[in-house]
């Protein structure tokens, strides 16, 4: 089932809310409906897909795929994975 916008809207909000708090933070779809998001698992993962890459759209947050093609996000001014400073 699609996620309604409200809910993506709503997805939205708290991954900004999150980053706001932890700007250096990075984790994979999964991890972040786990542990950014309170009830995002009534959601549905789908709904975190698409509040992700509608953040990735605006340039507010970063996908990287990694080599073992695992998706990663991170805020936009957060250290790159695997890189080292």
């Not at 970063?62 to 695997?82: F, I």
């Amino acid at each position: 089932m699609a996620a309604s916008e409200g809910e993506v809207n709503r997805l939205v909000l708290e991954i900004r809310r999150y980053l706001q708090a932890h700007p250096r933070a990075a984790d994979s779809a999964e991890g972040i409906a786990t542990w950014w998001i309170a009830g995002a698992q009534h959601s549905g993962l789908d709904a975190v897909e698409s509040a992700l890459e509608r953040l990735v759209g605006t340039g507010e947050i970063r996908k990287q795929v990694l080599p073992d093609g695992k998706t990663v996000y991170a805020g936009a001014g957060a250290r790159r994975p695997g890189k080292r400073n």
